[in-house]
């Protein structure tokens, strides 16, 4: 039962996991840079994210400019875009297996084939996590590094956006769901090993009627 109560904690944090990494590939505020200028009318705020460039005038004006070309964009981008997709894709993929493989379902078969379930979902999932976690400590650092350079000019310095804080946090949960799937998984093989059912006796008694005749019905 304490299996089961686990397996549905790492259900529920798988599934915050995949929404937060396909919130964070589509969000376009990877980057964040406010120009305030002379006076309030000319602020703007920039965001930069994977796969657009959105600029908020303090007007109320809002446009957004796609990233059609893939070369021209620097080598962290083009990672976190691979990366972030393959973490959608995982996560999904393994939050589907690993459903079922819980104990609290009624698919997957045996208990055999559930647990060999139980086990790929937690791996994709930890792949998941992984592959979301990458881009968003790469992406970070290369943000640090432009900020602290003294040879750029304030006005092309960024910070961080939440796209970034929330990628993080989404690969965390995903990491966290899978280790849990995987040793819960490891744990029932284990019981399974240590304790093995035990086999009925055999029933040593004849049925009546079958007796066999002795050497008293001779005399």
């Known amino acids: 039962m304490a299996s089961a109560g686990l397996q549905l904690l790492a259900l529920v944090l798988a599934l915050g996991g995949v929404s937060g990494v396909l919130a964070a590939t589509l969000l376009p505020n990877w980057k964040v840079n406010m120009d305030a200028g002379s006076n309030i009318i000319t602020a703007i705020v920039q965001l930069q994210g994977l796969w657009m460039d959105c600029t908020w005038y303090s007007t109320g004006m809002f446009s957004c400019t796609l990233k059609f070309s893939v070369l021209s964009l620097p080598a962290h ?50 792949s998941a996590g992984v ?22 000019p304030e006005s092309n310095k960024h910070e961080p956006g939440g796209a970034v804080y929330i990628g993080f946090v989404s690969a965390v949960l995903l990491l966290t769901s899978g280790m ?17 059912p035990k086999q009925q ?11 066999a005749y002795t050497l008293k019905d001779y005399v």
């Open 180 to 196: 849990i799937f995987c040793t819960s998984c490891v744990k029932k093989n284990a019981d399974a090993w240590l304790h093995p």
């Open 77 to 126: 981008v083009q990672a976190a875009r691979a990366t972030m997709v393959l973490a959608c894709v995982l996560s999904a993929l393994g939050t589907c297996t690993a459903t079922v493989g819980m104990e609290c379902t009624r698919l997957g078969g045996d208990g055999k084939t559930k647990r060999h379930a139980s086990f790929a979902g937690g791996l994709c999932l930890v």
């Open 201 to 211: 006796p055999v029933p040593t008694t004849k049925p009546e009627g079958n007796s």
């Open 131 to 152: 592959s979301g976690f990458i881009p968003t400590v790469w992406y970070m650092k290369e943000i640090m590094a432009n900020f602290l350079d003294l040879t750029v």
